[in-house]
């Protein structure tokens, strides 16, 4: 994204990754082991490759322990497919594109029949809805996050703009708060041009969402509220767990008192020159000296100067 004073480049984080750090994805991996169990029991070949494999090789042996994760993460991947895992989201997103030219106004060529009813009960649940904007990307500068919601809607009866989200998967039971977090990212952003970084402020709606939720696989259509009141809630507090995250200094050189406190103190300051070399960041060499204590000596001083020389030139290269 462009900065909003300066106009340089500047990196963003997408809304979804900024509110993965919150998401409790262990139903989506018990889901994804019974898919491949499924699909190992379908698929000899792929049984017999994996039995092939062996166990992991140990971690010493970095290259080749790649090489094994690499293909082994293949061969489940191979065993979902074999027991049907990415049918029904192909569908979904094929639904879901459609939905969108057509919004559009793009041709979208021949729908196959047996889907011509999903979509013909979008439009009737739909009817009344107007599309003021049509995936059109969004940007929130204070936390350096961007994203494009499905649409923005005028509903009728409200007064303000209504973030819009098109779900076409076959059950919203989960993930929900995921969703109403992305929505309130959205709801709380602004419009976003990426050819001359422009801002525009629209007056949304901050407490509610509309869900436009066609189900891939009966094609019923329903429209839900969904509370992002509560969802921007879970924003803020994914904030902080990605700020909490960032830290990765939590230990102190342990400095001694009474017999063999000396001794203590040399192998602090012998561990001071490792540290002081291997930091990442001037933040990480002031850590380090506020946490030294009577372990840190002038020599330090003198070396934290010049890993931070080294570390501010290599940024600005």
Request: contains cysteine.
């Amino acid at each position: 994204m462009k900065d909003l004073e300066t106009g340089k480049l500047t990196p963003y984080t997408r809304a979804t990754t900024f509110i993965k750090c919150l998401d409790d994805e262990s139903n989506l991996t018990r889901w994804k082991l019974r898919k491949v169990a499924r699909g190992l029991s379908k698929r000899e070949d792929l049984l017999l490759r994996v039995n092939s494999m062996g166990d992991q090789p140990e971690e010493d042996d970095a290259d080749q322990a790649k090489t094994w994760k690499r293909d082994m993460d293949r061969l489940c991947e191979s065993a979902m497919e074999a027991d049907g895992s990415s049918k029904w989201s192909t569908i979904g997103s094929a639904l879901h594109e459609i939905i969108e030219r057509r919004k559009r106004g793009l041709d979208i060529g021949q729908v196959p029949a047996q889907y011509q009813p999903h979509l013909d009960a979008y439009e009737r649940a739909t009817k009344g809805l107007t599309y003021e904007h049509i995936e059109e990307f969004m940007v929130r500068d204070d936390l350096k996050v961007g994203g494009t919601p499905d649409c923005i809607l005028k509903v009728p009866g409200y007064e303000k703009l209504i973030i819009g989200d098109i779900k076409t998967g076959a059950n919203l039971d989960y993930g929900q708060a995921a969703i109403a977090m992305q929505l309130a990212m959205y709801a709380n952003s602004q419009l976003y041009d990426p050819e001359t970084g422009k801002r525009t402020t629209l007056d949304l709606d901050l407490d509610r969402a509309l869900i436009i939720a066609l189900n891939s696989r009966t094609g019923i259509c329903e429209l839900m509220w969904i509370d992002i009141g509560i969802g921007w809630e879970g924003v803020r507090l994914a904030r902080n767990v990605r700020d909490w995250r960032r830290r990765k200094k939590f230990t102190t050189p342990y400095v001694g008192q009474g017999a063999g406190a000396q001794d203590l103190v040399a192998v602090a300051q012998v561990n001071l020159v490792q540290a002081i070399a291997t930091a990442e960041s001037p933040k990480d060499l002031e850590e380090l000296w506020r946490r030294a204590g009577t372990a840190w000596a002038p020599e330090h001083t003198e070396q934290a100067a010049a890993r931070k020389a080294v570390l501010l030139k290599a940024a600005q290269s």
